[in-house]
């Protein structure tokens, strides 16, 4: 198994760009979750998704988009990009279920806007 | 609103000493809780977990925490330190079903 993947690894927009940051997982798990790093603020969540078809917002929302059509693939989309969305993007998976929350993280993708 | 605090943002100690990592959160019912450790350059990795029963709790590479109702705490320690245990450590709590909330970090640095 692979895990979870990310793409890219390593990403430099300008203000404004529109850019989608990929993760995809092939453990088959229901829930999959978009978090972003900054310093000392530890993960924040910013999308997650309990299933195919089914998306929902978390703590930042504001600036991102999802979607998710298939069980493996949950796309995060910066659609105008700002330079406080400068940080390191984690995607993550797990099952569901009230004793679940072992979630397994991507690499992580290090994104740079100027 | 719950909440996890990680008093400490960097800890050094010496190869071989003990480790205490603290955490404290603020969660209105019995929470689910996580550690996670993070290399550099690389995704979180899930140390333990605690759900219910025994608090004290065994995880990967000889840590294991301690939840605390009384305190609403829940910290990790290590007997005795690695060189390869140098790394960021997140706690977290499972607040409505997967969705964790995280702590800001602490930074373990380690002195051979």
């Known amino acids: 198994n692979a895990g979870v993947t990310q793409t890219p690894k390593f990403q430099v927009l300008k203000t404004g760009q529109s850019m989608t940051l990929q993760c995809a997982q092939d453990?088959?798990?229901?829930?999959m979750s978009w978090y972003r790093q900054d310093p000392g603020m530890g993960l924040r969540l910013i999308h997650y998704?309990?299933?195919?078809?089914?998306?929902d917002q978390g703590e930042v929302p504001n600036g991102y988009n999802v979607s998710r059509s298939t069980t493996e693939d949950f796309p995060l989309r910066l659609l105008s990009a700002a330079p406080s969305q400068t940080s390191v993007y984690f995607c993550?998976?797990?099952?569901?279920?009230?004793?679940?929350?072992?979630?397994?993280f991507g690499p992580g993708t290090r994104l740079t806007v100027t | 609103a719950q909440s996890v605090t990680q008093p400490d943002i960097h800890i050094t100690v010496s190869e071989g000493a003990s480790l205490e990592l603290r955490c404290n959160y603020s969660?209105?019912?019995?929470?689910?809780l996580f550690w996670y450790v993070q290399s550099p350059g690389q995704g979180l990795q899930l140390l333990l977990k605690?759900?219910?029963?025994?608090?004290l709790v065994q995880g990967i590479k000889g840590f294991e925490a301690e939840f605390k109702r009384s305190q609403s705490s829940f910290n990790l320690r290590k007997p005795s330190v690695h060189w390869s245990d140098a790394a960021e450590y997140f706690c977290?709590?499972?607040?409505?079903?997967?969705?964790?909330?995280f702590g800001g970090g602490t930074r373990l640095m380690v002195k051979p």
């Open positions: 605690y759900f219910s029963g025994d608090t």
């Open positions: 993550a998976s797990s099952y569901l279920g009230p004793e679940s929350g072992e979630q397994y």
């Open positions: 998704s309990v299933g195919a078809g089914i998306t």
């Open positions: 969660y209105g019912a019995t929470p689910y």
């Open positions: 977290a709590v499972d607040n409505a079903g997967n969705m964790l909330t």
């Open positions: 453990m088959n798990h229901e829930y």
